[in-house]
């Protein structure tokens, strides 16, 4: 075809066209993934019992219900939102006292909040569902499976504590319990607070970019956050014990193993407590491995959900290195492999 031919022509046109409507709708980061722009997300809100949510959805299918920690937003799984999407319908909230979400007074401990996104997942209308937390969010998680454990389908825990937890490694819990008022000051000045966190908590050659740096800071800056925030951990003796025999649906924990809070002898047991427990991936990152290692915590988020995870994988190689699970440590009680059943001889 000619390059000065009218055919040829229209053909580069409707190529630019095309290419247009992708960059319009999609940003490509530096670790190559797709990420959607915020405009084509659906932002909810809505009041239950007093408590104003707001919340993100992208897709269709099984519910997964994202849940972020501190010092984020929903925003806080922006990487793995897209990849989800195409497969499930992806939920992400701001927790209460975050982001969008209402901030009033009133009992912010685990157990607590936890029950209000029942609450608002019965409001939508969303029964059982694939469950992911992170930092904070695992704790609410935890509880929401304590309480409701036969509507949690699968669950991705990301970088929390479980049977085993040194205060010493975390001094910031114990500080901002007995001094919350204190607390909220510090959190309250939002771009200092967010900075302290990910400047301490991330590898530093992963440390995410500025822009993504202040997307967090204007989050973190709503009027309210801080002084909410910081009575997560006023009420934090409130929450009731977990009951970790009703893990029974399969589980992956991911853990940064450069995480200065989260020493990588936290994982160690871990298969002992969590009966669905199916691997530990450890990954080469800090705290934050949602924005650390996107590509990583997407490729392992999906392919734990088709059920495709398999301790030969290249990115079970850390977690090979420290002797964790790669693999339920729980034999089937049945077998249905392809090579499964064998004739008798």
């Not at 996104?117 to 992170?134: K, P, Q, R, T, Y």
């Not at 500025?210 to 925030?229: K, M, W, Y």
Request: charged share 20%; with cysteine.
């Amino acid at each position: 075809m000619a390059a000065d031919s009218p055919v040829f022509a229209l053909s580069l046109f409707c190529v630019r066209v095309k290419e247009s409507f992708w960059l319009k709708n999609y940003i490509v980061n530096e670790f190559g993934l797709a990420l959607m722009v915020k405009t084509n997300l659906k932002h909810h809100f809505t009041k239950i019992s007093g408590q104003e949510w707001h919340w993100v959805e992208q897709g269709a299918g099984t519910p997964i219900v994202l849940l972020h920690g501190i010092p984020e937003s929903w925003q806080c799984w922006k990487h793995q939102i897209p990849s989800l999407a195409r497969q499930f319908r992806v939920i992400a909230p701001d927790l209460k006292g975050y982001g969008k979400s209402g901030k009033k007074d009133g009992d912010y401990s685990m157990t607590h909040v936890a029950g209000e996104v029942l609450s608002l997942l019965d409001e939508i209308g969303v029964d059982n569902f694939h469950l992911a937390g992170h930092d904070w969010g695992v704790a609410i998680s935890d509880n929401i499976i304590s309480q409701a454990s036969h509507r949690v389908k699968r669950y991705i825990r990301c970088c929390l504590s479980l049977h085993t937890y040194d205060p010493r490694n975390s001094l910031h819990h114990q500080w901002n319990a007995e001094n919350h008022q204190e607390a909220a000051k510090l959190m309250n000045r939002a771009e200092a607070y967010v900075r302290v966190w990910f400047e301490s908590s991330c590898k530093t050659e992963l440390l995410p970019q500025e822009q993504e740096i202040n997307e967090i800071i204007e989050e973190f800056s709503e009027p309210g956050t801080g002084d909410a925030v910081s009575r997560y951990f006023r009420d934090i003796r409130k929450s009731k014990p977990i009951d970790l025999s009703k893990f029974t649906m399969p589980i992956l924990y991911i853990h940064g193993e450069h995480d200065p809070r989260q020493p990588i002898e936290y994982c160690h047991g871990m298969e002992e407590h969590l009966p669905g427990l199916q691997a530990i991936l450890v990954i080469d990152s800090g705290h934050f491995v949602t924005r650390e290692r996107p590509r990583d915590v997407t490729n392992a988020m999906v392919w734990f959900l088709n059920s495709m995870l398999a301790s030969g994988l290249p990115i079970f190689e850390r977690s090979r290195h420290y002797g964790l699970p790669t693999r339920p440590v729980i034999e089937p009680e049945t077998s249905f492999g392809v090579n499964a059943v064998t004739t008798k001889t």
